[in-house]
């Protein structure tokens, strides 16, 4: 198939490649808002064609299919919603494109894909507000009262007693305005993860096509870890969450909803390299990965085996040879 394509005439490659990727890309993103429960799972892959329309079409194909993606979006919803795509996904697709090309390695990439997101992000609602942060809150704090009054009337209709929900509904001012602290925590964690996610497919797609970039691809995922410094973060959330007051604790929450899924992920790592050790079914492999998804106690094992991996070094990978440096954020 990809040499059908790689031999077919200019108009073909155009239909095919420099307008499907970023139709997909942009019908990846939407996918959020018309499809139920599994538009949740595939809109974080919508960077992914545009970083694939870059190595395979080069740098200006991509910038031009980022602005594709972005007017598909403002005709089937709204101009406003084209604008944060492209400030945000459009954004992090071609970051994480050029600085994939320059081989800088999983931190570096997703770290500054991240940034460049949240930065886009913030310029979208500072326009989009005017500025009025105070009312945006206010606004947020109703819309979370809502959330939580719609989950209440559905465990109702499950058939879930009143009793059994009055802490719920005695607390939902109080439980929404936490909701609301926590978004800067969780759009953080929300663009590690498209990052990381969008990094490892790529991986993948490009050893499926190794013609995407030259070069061996010498970066083995299944050995990464993040830097030992960040254990620091780690300890002052933790610290900031049990010291006696809202400011404090709102910082601590938000730190440890970071950090927690960058520990998260790297203990799905471990995990992934004890299967290979092993030679672990592939089958039985999905089953395990949608236990950590769908079981809090076995992701909460998980996060602690990636904290705990800068002590005892599960791998052996932190210190071959008597290497001594510690991991750097690059």
Same mark, same amino acid.
């Given at each position: 198939?990809?040499?059908?394509?790689?031999?077919?005439?200019?108009?073909?490659?155009?239909?095919?490649?420099?307008?499907?990727?970023?139709?997909?890309?942009?019908?990846?993103?939407?996918?959020?808002?018309?499809?139920?429960?599994?538009?949740?799972?595939?809109?974080?892959?919508?960077?992914?064609?545009?970083?694939?329309?870059?190595?395979?079409?080069?740098?200006?194909?991509?910038?031009?299919?980022?602005?594709?993606?972005?007017?598909?979006?403002?005709?089937?919803?709204?101009?406003?919603?084209?604008?944060?795509?492209?400030?945000?996904?459009?954004?992090?697709?071609?970051?994480?494109?050029?600085?994939?090309?320059?081989?800088?390695?999983?931190?570096?990439?997703?770290?500054?894909?991240?940034?460049?997101?949240?930065?886009?992000?913030?310029?979208?609602?500072?326009?989009?507000?005017?500025?009025?942060?105070?009312?945006?809150?206010?606004?947020?704090?109703?819309?979370?009262?809502?959330?939580?009054?719609?989950?209440?009337?559905?465990?109702?209709?499950?058939?879930?007693?009143?009793?059994?929900?009055?802490?719920?509904?005695?607390?939902?001012?109080?439980?929404?305005?936490?909701?609301?602290?926590?978004?800067?925590?969780?759009?953080?964690?929300?663009?590690?993860?498209?990052?990381?996610?969008?990094?490892?497919?790529?991986?993948?797609?490009?050893?499926?096509?190794?013609?995407?970039?030259?070069?061996?691809?010498?970066?083995?995922?299944?050995?990464?870890? +993040?830097?030992?410094?960040?254990?620091?973060?780690?300890?002052?959330?933790?610290?900031?969450?049990?010291?006696?007051?809202?400011?404090?604790?709102?910082?601590?929450?938000?730190?440890?909803?970071?950090?927690?899924?960058?520990?998260?992920?790297?203990?799905?790592?471990?995990?992934?390299?004890?299967?290979?050790?092993?030679?672990?079914?592939?089958?039985?492999?999905?089953?395990?990965?949608?236990?950590?998804?769908?079981?809090?106690?076995?992701?909460?094992?998980?996060?602690?085996?990636?904290?705990?991996?800068?002590?005892?070094?599960?791998?052996?990978?932190?210190? +071959?040879?008597?290497?001594?440096?510690?991991?750097?954020?690059?």
């Amino acid at each position: 198939m990809t040499e059908t394509i790689a031999k077919a005439p200019l108009p073909y490659r155009v239909i095919l490649g420099r307008v499907a990727a970023p139709a997909l890309s942009a019908g990846l993103f939407l996918s959020l808002f018309y499809v139920p429960v599994l538009g949740g799972l595939l809109n974080p892959f919508s960077p992914l064609p545009i970083i694939y329309a870059f190595f395979r079409f080069g740098q200006t194909a991509a910038v031009a299919g980022t602005f594709f993606s972005a007017l598909v979006v403002a005709l089937v919803t709204d101009p406003r919603l084209a604008v944060f795509y492209f400030l945000s996904y459009g954004a992090m697709a071609l970051v994480m494109s050029k600085y994939i090309s320059r081989r800088a390695g999983l931190n570096k990439v997703v770290m500054t894909a991240t940034l460049v997101s949240l930065t886009g992000t913030a310029l979208f609602f500072a326009f989009a507000v005017g500025g009025q942060f105070g009312g945006l809150f206010n606004e947020l704090t109703k819309a979370a009262q809502l959330m939580l009054a719609e989950v209440v009337n559905t465990y109702k209709k499950a058939g879930i007693q009143e009793e059994q929900l009055a802490y719920l509904v005695n607390n939902t001012p109080a439980i929404a305005k936490w909701i609301v602290n926590i978004i800067p925590g969780l759009t953080i964690t929300c663009y590690l993860m498209f990052g990381i996610v969008n990094y490892a497919s790529f991986k993948a797609v490009r050893a499926r096509w190794p013609f995407l970039q030259d070069g061996e691809d010498t970066e083995n995922l299944a050995s990464w870890y +993040p830097p030992d410094s960040m254990v620091y973060l780690f300890i002052a959330g933790l610290a900031m969450t049990l010291y006696p007051g809202e400011t404090s604790r709102i910082f601590g929450v938000n730190l440890l909803l970071v950090t927690s899924l960058v520990y998260s992920v790297a203990g799905i790592y471990i995990v992934q390299y004890l299967f290979e050790k092993i030679r672990f079914p592939k089958f039985l492999r999905v089953i395990v990965y949608l236990l950590i998804l769908l079981q809090p106690f076995v992701a909460l094992a998980v996060a602690i085996a990636g904290l705990f991996d800068l002590w005892f070094d599960f791998r052996k990978v932190r210190r +071959p040879a008597g290497v001594k440096e510690e991991n750097k954020w690059t």
